[in-house]
């Protein structure tokens, strides 16, 4: 039996609400407990670890402070949220995080009165809180926004954009930049504690705005120099300059692990009335308390079952190498033997892969940060010089490039590679991270070229026929996870474009594949073999030019033509239906359907559940032929 947790004073925390009456000593015991719990939850069932750590004494400060729900306080993506949701009444859920019928691993709207937006995407947080703040100043409600957000996510330009629009009006958003990695700040310590007390109290607000008052009565040489010594001074004190001439009062750094730093800097803020937004500069430490986190945070991010006591987390003995790692390898391959082949990623180097290539080809390798707009212009800049750029980005990412991928690389008609990453469904990540809109947002596009490679081994050849293809733009995906087993290569093979394959001969029905469906599309021939149904399968390979010869062979000798994707409505089976039309295929009785994702957002779920809500099973495609020949009814109903 699993020995309970000593957490005395958690267990008295029902809401936010028992936390406000706490004294300072007691906030830094509770923060302790809820360190533990954490812990203890995130070993049992796995989850984001490492950032929540790092925000502890922070959630219990802000909750302490803050009025929540009334005030909003909003967390820039959702792997900082677990110490949130332990005092938010979802203590016993985060047990059941991330698990089929369990808690979202990110703050959802639907979920608590005390997660007022969602994220599942970094740097939206300021964006957010400043709607939220102007909203609830045009209806005259008197509460706080404040918004967490990481220096991670402040490398994308929305929260910028977000800043700069924020520093332009009066309105009183408060935003907290969590920086664990001593990126932007000095060294901290008694001084600056002492120094963001003082600047973010009344006396000294009030000096402030008054100083400025008086400095606009003068002329403009006087009013000028004025401002600059202001500006100075502050500059030299909290190294705020940068967040000051957005707009911003700024208040920091302060030590985001100590309560008698925290609470009477957030009750100052929070009781003062500046003109415009603040920002407090927090340091704070990822993996904060437990040791092999603090000593890889990267490891500790995410992170499966693991030991309390040594850290070792649970690894399933995986049957076939995972496609990230397949395609790692094979673009190391061809980097050897071509200098012009470079790597961008914009802030997952491991999880796409691309920190392995960058051992090898540090030089060739180019981590932007969390901002996908730069990181497609700038594939494109050097795709421009002559260079084979392949910018390997998650599905659910590269939607915030969509306008670079229209106008710098499409139009264009520059040869910048697209290596997607986590296509089609991911699991326990749910709807913010499926990959499912690739296909609808760049079949799309002309000058595009989308090859979707069915196992591992056509991943291999998907890689050589992207650095091959110098006439456009060059798109591929493939799924998270383990390949099917497939036997690898040696070298990749570059593949004619917008030519399929047929697997298997058949004469009633054809099930035309795309990407990794292939296999349950075997299985589904089979299970109509066994009904005496003669069947062919094909693989389509590219989505983007179609394989037009073999589309019209398919519709010409069968009765019944299924495509099979694992891709919202309006992607590959969309344009298959199109051409069809187009040719007048359709007039002569054939039967077609597409299978796709439903349209609606799944949330998660394991994925093999997930293909089953989704009707992309075997038996699913199998029904599906059946009931368009008019020989039985749909099996599997869709969820």
Known sequence: MTQRLETPLLDTVKSPEDMRKLSVDQLAQLADEVRADLIDAVSRVGGHLGAGLGVVELTVALHHVFNTPTDRLIWDVGHQCYPHKIVTGRRDGLRTVRQPGGISGFTLRSESEYDPFGAGHSSTSISAGLGMK???????????????????????????????????????????????????????????????????????????????????????????????????????????????????????????????????????????????????????????????????????????????????????????????????????????????????????????GLDKFGKEFPERTFDVGIAEQHAVTFAAGLASEGYKPFAAIYSTFLQRGYDQVVHDVAIQNLPVRFAIDRAGFVGADGATHQGSFDLCYLCCLPNMTFLCPADEAELVHAVATAVAHDSGPFAFRYPRGEGVGTQLPEKGEVLEIGKGRVLREGSTVAILSLGTRLTAAQKAAEDLAAKGLSCTVADARFAKPIDTDLVRRLAADHEVLITVEEGARGGFGAHVLHFLAEEGLLDAGLKVRTMCFPDRFIEHEKPDTQIAMAGLRPEDIAATALKALGRGEEGAARA
């Open 134 to 352: 102007v909203a609830c100043d045009l209806a005259g409600d008197d509460r706080h926004v404040i918004c967490v957000i990481g220096d991670g996510a402040m490398s994308a330009g929305m929260a910028y954009e977000a800043m700069n629009n924020a520093g332009a009006m009066d309105a009183k958003l408060i935003v907290i930049l969590n920086d664990n990695d001593m990126s932007i700040a000095p060294a901290v310590g008694a001084m600056s504690a002492y120094l963001s007390k003082v600047l973010s109290s009344k006396p000294w607000l009030s000096a402030r705005q008054l100083a400025k008052e008086m400095a606009a009565r003068f002329p403009g040489p006087i009013n000028r120099a004025a401002k600059r010594a202001e500006e100075y001074a502050r500059g030299m004190v909290t190294g705020g300059t940068l967040f000051e001439e957005m707009g911003f009062y700024y208040v920091g750094p302060i030590d985001g692990h100590k309560m008698d730093h925290l609470v009477p800097v957030l009750k100052n803020v929070r009781d003062s009335d500046p003109q415009g937004p603040v920002l407090i500069h927090c340091i704070t430490q990822k993996g904060r308390g437990y040791a092999p986190a603090e000593a890889a945070a990267d490891k500790y991010h995410g992170v499966s079952k693991f030991d309390v006591v040594t850290g070792t987390q649970a690894k399933a003995k995986p049957n076939a190498p995972s496609y990230t790692s397949v395609f790692a390898k094979a673009l190391v391959e061809e980097a050897r033997e071509d200098d012009k082949v470079v790597a961008v990623t914009a802030a997952m180097p491991g999880g796409t």
